[in-house]
């Protein structure tokens, strides 16, 4: 050990964000166990590292005891006051034992220490670092797959996407570049374990963020989303200037904004509607695209009853129920959707009726015609 050597621990500090002070205790330590492994030694030793001249120094240490019973570890109170008058028992005695070859093996022992210090501040620099973007998103490319775990490269360290964050009808291949939700940050014994995700509604949100100015100012606000991820999204956003219309701003020129969106989720539709507090209101416009009648609800059921055109039912209710079961969770209400047909007082038919008194005369004419007046005696 020498200077060099201390200059080197100086600039790691520098580079790596390791303490030095850090480095030389964890280099002690470690050439403690080295000396006695190499030197078959059970003694209490203590290692010293000259802070400027990389000088390392053994000590061995020895308890001042009445009786000695390990050689290795006590020294007799006749035999420290031959070396100090002033030792009593109890005290520590220190003797030098650094041995003649013991640089060597201190210098392999400290690169192998200083390695590993390295790799573990590294590894709490990254988990620092990503543990503080959970629920933010990350770009990577797409490193490789093993079995349906995709893993994502994203450059100082790889995340991972598990098969149930994937999007279903999404096909991952070897340097694909994608944007992920950062899930769940751990730690593991490999070092941070970064899980990531597609499906979640968070993505939805961040992308929105970067793409539309007006959602990272504050100026427009995403209130709910509700997401069947690869099939189709709902978003409901409201406005604090109302000189800005949300769903335009989201919505962006010709489109552009939310297509890039759609084309980054791979054609996953989006309908983006406008925030009510009127619970009623917000109902109607969580069914977009399709034409609400009306909506009547109950606030202590949560549920809200809806009539829509009959031409519109379908509509209303979506492929499978999509339309209604994504406007339910949207709204967080219980929606009861119904036609105009449905819910009309079915009128008599006037022609049915006119028929029916028809044949209701004709039965009164025939019994009259056929009754027999009595005769006078």
């Given at each position: 050990?020498?200077?060099?050597?201390?200059?080197?621990?100086?600039?790691?500090?520098?580079?790596?964000?390791?303490?030095?002070?850090?480095?030389?205790?964890?280099?002690?330590?470690?050439?403690?166990?080295?000396?006695?492994?190499?030197?078959?030694?059970?003694?209490?030793?203590?290692?010293?590292?000259?802070?400027?001249?990389?000088?390392?120094?053994?000590?061995?240490?020895?308890?001042?005891?009445?009786?000695?019973?390990?050689?290795?570890?006590?020294?007799?109170?006749?035999?420290?006051?031959?070396?100090?008058?002033?030792?009593?028992?109890?005290?520590?005695?220190?003797?030098?034992?650094?041995?003649?070859?013991?640089?060597?093996?201190?210098?392999?022992?400290?690169?192998?220490?200083?390695?590993?210090?390295?790799?573990?501040?590294?590894?709490?620099?990254?988990?620092?670092?990503?543990?503080?973007?959970?629920?933010?998103?990350?770009?990577?490319?797409?490193?490789?797959?093993?079995?349906?775990?995709?893993?994502?490269?994203?450059?100082?360290?790889?995340?991972?996407?598990?098969?149930?964050?994937?999007?279903?009808?999404?096909?991952?291949?070897?340097?694909?570049?994608?944007?992920?939700?950062?899930?769940?940050?751990?730690?593991?014994?490999?070092?941070?374990?970064?899980?990531?995700?597609?499906?979640?509604?968070?993505?939805?949100?961040?992308?929105?963020?970067?793409?539309?100015?007006?959602?990272?100012?504050?100026?427009?606000?995403?209130?709910?989303?509700?997401?069947?991820?690869?099939?189709?999204?709902?978003?409901?956003?409201?406005?604090?200037?109302?000189?800005?219309?949300?769903?335009?701003?989201?919505?962006?020129?010709?489109?552009?904004?939310?297509?890039?969106?759609?084309?980054?989720?791979?054609?996953?539709?989006?309908?983006?509607?406008?925030?009510?507090?009127?619970?009623?209101?917000?109902?109607?416009?969580?069914?977009?695209?399709?034409?609400?009648?009306?909506?009547?609800?109950?606030?202590?059921?949560?549920?809200?009853?809806?009539?829509?055109?009959?031409?519109?039912?379908?509509?209303?209710?979506?492929?499978?129920?999509?339309?209604?079961?994504?406007?339910?969770?949207?709204?967080?209400?219980?929606?009861?959707?119904?036609?105009?047909?449905?819910?009309?007082?079915?009128?008599?038919?006037?022609?049915?009726?006119?028929?029916?008194?028809g044949v209701l005369q004709e039965a009164v004419n025939v019994d009259t015609a056929g009754t027999a007046e009595p005769k006078e005696d």
């Open positions: 050990m020498n200077t060099d050597f201390i200059d080197a621990i100086h600039e790691l500090e520098k580079s790596k964000g390791v303490s030095s002070e850090v480095l030389f205790d964890a280099i002690e330590a470690a050439l403690i166990s080295a000396y006695n492994k190499n030197f078959g030694s059970k003694r209490n030793v203590r290692t010293v590292i000259d802070r400027e001249t990389g000088e390392i120094t053994v000590y061995s240490c020895k308890t001042v005891v009445e009786q000695v019973e390990d050689d290795r570890t006590d020294i007799s109170f006749e035999a420290a006051q031959k070396a100090n008058p002033n030792y009593e028992l109890g005290d520590i005695v220190e003797e030098e034992v650094t041995p003649r070859d013991f640089g060597r093996i201190a210098a392999q022992t400290a690169k192998q220490v200083v390695v590993q210090r390295i790799r573990e501040a590294e590894r709490g620099v990254i988990f620092d670092e990503y543990v503080s973007r959970e629920d933010e998103i990350v770009t990577g490319l797409v490193q490789r797959i093993e079995g349906k775990t995709v893993y994502v490269d994203l450059g100082k360290t790889e995340a991972v996407l598990p098969p149930t964050e994937q999007i279903a009808n999404e096909a991952y291949k070897h340097g694909n570049r994608i944007k992920s939700y950062i899930l769940e940050v751990k730690k593991t014994t490999k070092g941070p374990q970064i899980i990531v995700s597609r499906t979640h509604p968070g993505l939805l949100k961040r992308l929105f963020e970067l793409e539309v100015p007006e959602i990272h100012d504050g100026v427009v606000e995403v209130k709910s989303i509700s997401r069947e991820a690869g099939s189709r999204s709902k978003l409901a956003v409201s406005s604090v200037d109302d000189n800005v219309d949300p769903v335009g701003a989201c919505v962006g020129p010709k489109g552009m904004r939310v297509q890039s969106i759609v084309n980054e989720l791979n054609g996953e539709k989006i309908d983006i509607v406008r925030w009510s507090d009127d619970p009623a209101v917000f109902v109607a416009n969580a069914l977009s695209p399709s034409k609400v009648v009306s909506v009547n609800v109950d606030e202590g059921t949560k549920i809200a009853q809806v009539v829509v055109p009959d031409y519109q039912l379908s509509l209303a209710i979506g492929k499978e129920g999509q339309n209604a079961r994504l406007a339910a969770k949207l709204t967080a209400w219980k929606i009861d959707i119904k036609s105009e047909s449905q819910v009309k007082p079915q009128e008599p038919d006037k022609s049915k009726l006119d028929a029916e008194e």
